[in-house]
């Protein structure tokens, strides 16, 4: 069984948003520090997870590595001096402290919008680059195989994940729901704030849509249209854009509307647009919504869609938590089965030898018919014999005390000698 599972974490709950992005790390980041984790520090089994609220490391090791850990990230990203940043983390060093840690981070009850649908994918990669270095063992890979039944049990018997609880998740999902029916969508981006920028995030992992963005600063423009592959649209030739677009997404921050109904009216667009203003104070002049062929969606329309999922998750959370130690129990049932195996699969073997060699001894005459019958018969006897000592250690692993009955039978059938002399 793995005894020290630990884990090392920053997340927005303690650092800032500029802290968490000095040592946010990229997919290249991870893989090479999951390298340096074993090279460096001898450890065999971790698992790297840097989301843009978060950058854990959880590993298995007796020993607390939080400082050197901290370092590894900094060679990671160039920070000479960590000093500064080692307050911003927290170490977890209790194993089953640390593996709820991982449940809750998995089921979103951390992430800053409750239930965020991505961080179980964010997991999966997680995963997938720990296993093509070779760093999950048999405690990680069944750790995030319960984690993974666990999140579909949520989705399937509770309304945790139901709808979306973030404006710019609820967002995207309206776009998703109304463009259905449209081959290639062609969705705009005029203004690039904090909720615009997310919106656009979340729709470039949606696919076959054309995604545009424009903004009046034309070098957000390119860093965003970079990250989500998007096309850049000049601010100045906006206005047309905007006329042929499906879609238009709008968060331009100005004291009146920017998009209003005689712009639209000045020249020819789309026969079907959907607009959705995303401003406070609105940049979309409410009266567009009575053009014919527009649909016009304001930033309450999708608060009142990410509130309503919200509540929900929120009153699902005692049912998640319940799933939760639900599978912890179990897991924690299969770790204890795991510390007792090998005493009894020593055990087994030294009965095992015990018993071929008294058939060798006492057989050697025997008819082939005798030796089937001993051999059935020992064999029965022998199951019965051992059955009672797995029962004791399994309900001694129940009850803490494990460890003393398996001195016990090493002591009682001298075990570690036994296996010494079976492998040699």
Not at 26 to 41: G, K, M, P, T
Not at 91 to 101: D, K, W
Not at 285 to 306: F, H, M, S
Request: hydrophobic share 45%; charged share 25%.
């Amino acid at each position: 069984m793995q005894t020290g599972f630990k884990v090392l974490s920053l997340s927005h709950k303690k650092a800032p948003v500029e802290i968490r992005e000095l040592v946010s790390l990229s997919e290249d980041n991870c893989r090479a520090l999951l390298l340096q984790l074993r090279e460096v520090l001898d450890i065999s089994e971790a698992l790297v997870v840097s989301t843009c609220n978060r950058t854990e490391i959880y590993y298995a090791a007796e020993q607390d590595y939080s400082q050197e850990l901290v370092g590894l990230i900094g060679v990671q990203k160039g920070i000479l001096k960590t000093e500064a940043i080692r307050h911003y983390f927290n170490s977890i060093t209790e194993t089953e402290a640390a593996v709820r840690h991982l449940f809750r981070v998995s089921m979103g009850l951390e992430s800053q919008v409750i239930g965020d649908l991505q961080i179980s994918h964010q997991i999966k990669c997680a995963y997938q680059w720990t296993a093509d270095a070779d760093m999950a063992g048999p405690y990680l890979h069944r750790l995030l195989h319960a984690i993974f039944f666990t999140n579909k049990k949520v989705v399937q018997q509770t309304a945790y994940r139901d709808g979306a609880a973030s404006v710019s998740y609820a967002a995207a999902e309206l776009v998703e729901e109304l463009t259905a029916n449209l081959l290639e969508p062609h969705v705009l981006l005029v203004g690039l704030g904090e909720i615009g920028a997310d919106v656009c995030r979340h729709l470039s992992k949606r696919p076959n849509q054309h995604l545009m963005v424009s903004n009046r600063t034309i070098g957000k423009a390119e860093a965003l249209a970079a990250e989500c592959g998007a096309r850049v649209i000049p601010f100045e030739e906006v206005n047309t854009a905007i006329r042929d677009a499906n879609v238009v997404i709008s968060s331009v921050a100005m004291p009146l509307p920017f998009i209003t109904r005689a712009s639209l009216e000045s020249g020819e667009r789309l026969a079907y647009q959907i607009y959705i203003d995303l401003s406070v104070p609105r940049s979309i002049e409410p009266a567009v919504d009575e053009l014919p062929g527009v649909l016009l969606y304001n930033v309450d329309n999708i608060q009142n869609l990410a509130s309503a999922a919200l509540e929900r998750r929120i009153a699902a959370i005692p049912q998640v938590e319940a799933l939760i130690e639900e599978a912890i129990a179990e897991f924690n049932d299969w770790t204890r089965d795991m510390m007792v195996s090998p005493t009894i699969q020593k055990l087994k073997n030294a009965l095992e030898q015990i018993r071929q060699e008294e058939i060798t001894r006492y057989l050697k005459s025997s008819s082939s018919q005798e030796a089937q019958l001993v051999d059935k018969i020992t064999k029965s006897m022998m199951q019965k014999i051992i059955k009672l000592p797995v029962l004791q250690l399994k309900a001694a692993c129940k009850r803490g005390e494990a460890e003393t009955l398996i001195d016990v039978l090493n002591d009682l059938f001298n075990l570690e000698e036994q296996t010494e002399a079976h492998q040699s």
